[in-house]
């Protein structure tokens, strides 16, 4: 089955188009996406749409992008939609391609794999220098590094007739590092974050202490429950999987639970309430609200995405500078909100672009700095 491809464009910028339409046209823009290998190049697509050619009523996707969308629903890449301020829907319809906001002196790359790991002495090991070869570590506890760039934690027979050594692993801005604790909890921490461990756990609970952004994969053992503090909450569980956005400085923290249960506390006002998959806690002053919430959001950012969905600009200014390790212009910020879907694996350069697309908002970077203008 064929369709007129103006007609459904002019519907779909209305937003009277059906879902139907919605996703052919999503799906005609991912196609040029893929095709290109990089930032989306908007041409093909405008002209085909406005001289009123027949496209097929499917596009084919790349099997890993579309496992992606269908594990956690992420609509077509980079596809605008209205924004919640008022700003008509601009980006996919621009004449021209898109242009960088500044020349590739002025830009910044994305993050990678990066960390320190800070030992129970103070020494700070970069996790690059420790190699594949384990390390051992106080009381005879071991640490390798996978060749996919992870840390894992091993204890020996003589590990555990020794006292508990805490270790910490820190993410700068523009990095991101995975690590699994010595009872095979799996930790992927975001950029700007700080994990504090044992090398081992012992006695009756497992215990870390989180400042920033990380995503928990927590190995059940009813016996030993697994407990997450940071500076304003509490997060107590068995075996489950969830996101914790605990920044220091941020207003409110924030974990989403993806799978299994767990008891959320504000350490503030002694206040507990349980979690069930696809709801967020959220923790500021003496208050805990729980309430559903689009898992895309919060779990974006561990398929290398940005996904905004009436995110403020100011919000999107912090993640941006923790990911391309910039300073940010956070004064006098208009109140503005935006939809889209972006990946964070290109310059920082492609991303303010998208944003000026779609606002009135024009973006320099000077240096290692972005100013809003």
Known sequence: MERNAKEILEKYKQGICTEEERTLVENY???????????PKVTQMQLSFEKGKTIPSTYQTASIMSRLWKRYRIVAAACFLLLACGLSYTY????????????????????GNKAILVLADGRRVNVDDIGTAPLTLEGGVTVYRSEAGEISYKSTTVARRESVNYNQIITPNGGMYSVVLSDGTKVKLNAGTSLRYPNRFMGDQRVVELTGEAYFDVKSNPSKPFIVKSSEQEIQVVGTRFNIQAYAGQAKARTTLVEGKINLKNLSSGMVRPLAPGEQGEVYGQRLVVEPTDLTVAMAWLNNTFVFKGTPIREIMLELSRWYDVEVDLENLPDETFYATLPRTVRLSKVLSALEETSNLKFTIQGRRVKVQ
């Open 92 to 111: 996919l319809f621009q004449n021209d391609e898109m242009t960088e906001v500044q020349s590739v002196n002025n830009d910044a790359l994305p993050g």
């Open 29 to 39: 823009f991912n196609s040029t996406v893929q095709t290109n290998g990089e930032w």
